[in-house]
Structures are given as structure tokens and as C-alpha cells.
């Protein structure tokens, strides 16, 4: 047995979580080395911050897809840990990978449960957080999101909500390697300035500043052909007013919706039948068979020859995990949010 520091969580959440009532940093935890076949023992390097795991604090019933977190148990999401102790012939001690880990120091992965070994972990030129932000599920959600649901063609002008966060900063650069023109939100001046200066983006605005489709129409005179929807709410109300006909909205988060019980509503989806527009929401697992080599090859390409570039909110110290998901709910962070545990 060692001791075994972790997040817990306590109660389920109807507006913002509280740190110390819905979720809370503990110290005195323990886990075993004692493992069952097939199972292994993992040290906790990174973790991933991610919008949709605030789904998880509901408390709904089984028919929510995403799941429920369990009172008492640490939180958990895609971590990369490394192997310490291991009953599983095809993972062994001094492996590092790629799971679903707890927020703690030191996770039993059961048995049967995904595990990817990261090749050539300790040699590769890109950070190993790189495979739980642009290598992993928010960039697997940039690419495989806007080439099914939006359907790119070059020429075409696409607007990005949340366009500095893990997901919609990489769907602006991955546009604009297909040859759109790409407009994006964000919530400061600031995260502004890197959409524009950094990220090369045709077009970006404050969303603060003003309204938001007097801003989107100064950004996009023209139109837009794709709203890429990471917020919800008004930013969709506005898209809506102002995509062109036979526009595509992906519907990839609600961010804006999720922390309230009485979310604002759009007030206009009519456009929607004489626009002919198509609003499609989607999961990320439903593409993996059909994109990930794909994506794997395409992303890593694009890192590696600076075609794209990608920011990161890199927390330490695990007892910072609740401060820094809870900044990340109010859009304090600046690129993918993700808490360092311990080095490798």
C-alpha cells in the first residue's frame, strides 16, 4: 500500500462546481500493488481538462452517453501515466501510455480496459501532453469533426466560437490548410491577438466587445459557409443569422449552456428551413475506425513542418486540478487545458 493523493468527488452539480463541496483535493488516499491479472499500476504524469466531463457531474440517469462520475472515487479522463507495476504480458513495467486514469497519483487500470503504449515516448521531439491535447482527443475531435460534419472546400469561410481553446484552435489552422477563410471568438483581447498574430486567422474578435453578430458580420462581410460550435447559445443564435444557404453548423460543444439550469435559448432556428441549413451534433467515437490513421498521420505531419502550432495551459501540481477545471469552465485558461502531475 502507498499513499495515494487524488480529487475526489462528493455531489452532484447544477450550476458551477464548488472546490471543497462538489469535488476536493485529498492527501491520504492509498492504492495497492496487489493487482488482479491483466491488470497494471500506473504513476500519473498528465491529465486532461476537458468541458465535457461537467456533463459527468449531472447526476442524470444511464441514458446519459457520457456517464456519471461516482461519489467518493477520484474524477477521471485521458491521462498519460507510466508503468510501475504491471499482471499484463502485453504492458510492461516502464511503459508509458495513454488511458482513461483517475485524478490521482497512482491508478489500477483494470483489465480489458483501452490502453495505447506511446512508442518512443521518451525519445519524441513533441511533449508527451501532446497525446491528450492535439494528439489525442480534442485534435482527433478538431479533424475528424470538421471534415465529416463540415464538409470543407477551399474558398469557403468558416466561423470558429471558442477559437483559442484545445479544439477550436486547431479546427481554424486545419482550415486554413484546406484553403478556407477562418473567423474566430474568444473571450479576451489577448487570446485575440493570438488567433491573428500566431494562428494566422483571416479574422477575430472579442466577443465581450460587443454584440456578437454585429461583430461576426464586420468579421465575415461576405458570409459564412460553416459555423464550427464549441459554445452554444447566443454565438449559435448569431451563426444562424448569418450563415449562407445550405451552411453546415457542427455542433461540437455547448460550453456556454452547460453550467447553468436555465441556459438562454436561440430565438431563431427557423432560418434554418429556408437557409436548407444542416446542424449536426456528434461524438467522437463515432469516427475513430474510419479517421485515426488518418488523423494521426495528417496531425503529426502538420506539428512536425510548423503548419500548425499549438498552445497549451500547462497547470502543475495535481492539488491545482480542481482550481484549474473550474478556470476552464469560465474560460480563465489559454489553450488545452491540462494539470502535470509528476515528471517522468
Known sequence: MVNNKAVIFNKWVTDYPVIGE????????????????????TRNLYVSMDPYLRAKMRGLDETDLFGRFTFGQPLDN?????VIASKNPNIPVG????SFL???????VPAGQYVEIIKNARESKLPLSARIGVLGMPGFTAYGGLLRYGKPKAGETIYISAASGAVGQLVGQMAKVLGLRVVGSAGSDEKIAYLLNELKFDAAFNYKNGDILTSLKAAAPEGIHIYFDNVGGRHLEAALEWILPRGRVVMCGQIGDINTQNPPGVRNLFVCVPKEISILAFLVLNFEDEYKAEFEKDV?????????????????????????????????NFGKATVKIADL
Open 78 to 82: 485521458h491521462a498519460i501515466g507510466e
Open 300 to 332: 503529426t505531419e502538420w506539428l512536425l513542418s510548423g503548419k500548425i502550432v499549438y498552445k497549451e495551459d500547462v497547470t502543475e501540481g495535481l492539488e491545482n486540478a480542481p482550481s484549474a477545471f473550474l478556470g476552464m469552465l469560465q474560460g480563465k
Open 95 to 98: 511503459e508509458i501510455v495513454y
Open 102 to 108: 483517475g485524478w490521482e497519483e497512482y491508478s489500477v
Open 22 to 41: 462538489h469535488f476536493e483535493y485529498v492527501a491520504n488516499r492509498e492504492v495497492t500493488h496487489e493487482l488482479k491479472e491483466g491488470e497494471i499500476l
